[in-house]
């Protein structure tokens, strides 16, 4: 019968709203605050590149293929020092162990999807996801997709976006920015925005305590190798942390 509400022309306002687009817009509206800090991140790391001795079309190949900032700029010094390879390899790999642990935890959550998606969602993944979404979307959830791939590309995607943003810009304009800017230190500061609100329990904050005494203690070291045992030493700590508090809680 016309105008009858089973009739398909007429929308049902009473139907949900799709959980996905729910979950991206609340997505983007946490991580939004850590945007500028990314874009400041990334234009350090684009200038670095080129401050290194990269053309820009390895500086950009770097950036889009990369998208690891802290392994480029762990990678670079190396690489301006004429390093061998397989150190300048194993210094990424190093640096970017945090992502396997983060992989670990947040994998079990996408195992419905096809496996070239979740290989894709693993070239997006960042330092952010892993502190929202464990939030958003704790452990005892894994068995309930509803929101997760909208949630994920709200924060991925414009992570993503802002982090290239900054990055080109840097690319291009790092012979026009004098050094007396001292735009490494405000990268510093940006990137500390970033990471403070993501300390969100004891066993991030110890790790990122050893980190930093680690890494203070060793900034001699050639290579930048003091950055890898501060990252090693955290990793550590905050695992250690995370063990003790699980047995407390089963005792």
Not at 122 to 146: E, I, W
Not at 171 to 194: D, N, R
Request: hydrophobic share 55%; proline share 7%; with cysteine.
């Amino acid at each position: 019968m016309q105008g009858s509400p089973s009739s398909p022309s007429q929308p049902d306002p009473l139907a949900p709203h799709d959980p996905e687009k729910v979950a991206f817009r609340e997505a983007v509206r946490a991580s939004a605050p850590a945007m500028p800090g990314i874009f400041a991140w990334g234009v350090v790391a684009g200038m670095a590149m080129m401050q290194s001795g990269l053309t820009l079309w390895q500086a950009l190949g770097m950036t889009f293929i990369v998208f690891a900032g802290s392994a480029q700029l762990a990678a670079l010094p190396l690489m301006a020092a004429n390093a061998p390879a397989v150190l300048v390899f194993l210094t990424g790999l190093v640096v970017n162990l945090r992502f396997v642990i983060f992989a670990a935890s947040l994998g079990p959550h996408f195992a419905h999807l096809p496996w070239r998606q979740r290989l894709f969602y693993g070239y997006l993944n960042n330092d952010l996801m892993m502190g929202f979404f464990p939030q958003r979307f704790p452990a005892y959830t894994v068995a309930h997709t509803s929101g997760k791939v909208g949630y994920f590309a709200g924060v991925c995607y414009p992570n993503w976006l802002t982090w290239q943003a900054g990055s080109v810009a840097g690319i291009l304009l790092a012979s026009q920015v004098p050094a007396s800017w001292g735009v490494g230190f405000a990268g510093t500061l940006a990137l500390l925005a970033v990471m403070i609100p993501l300390v969100v329990n004891a066993a991030a904050l110890g790790g990122v305590i050893v980190a930093g005494a680690v890494g203070v203690a060793a900034y001699g070291l050639p290579y930048k190798l003091g950055m890898l045992l501060a990252l090693l030493a955290g990793m550590a700590t905050a695992s250690a942390i995370d063990m003790l508090r699980e047995r407390k809680a089963q005792a």
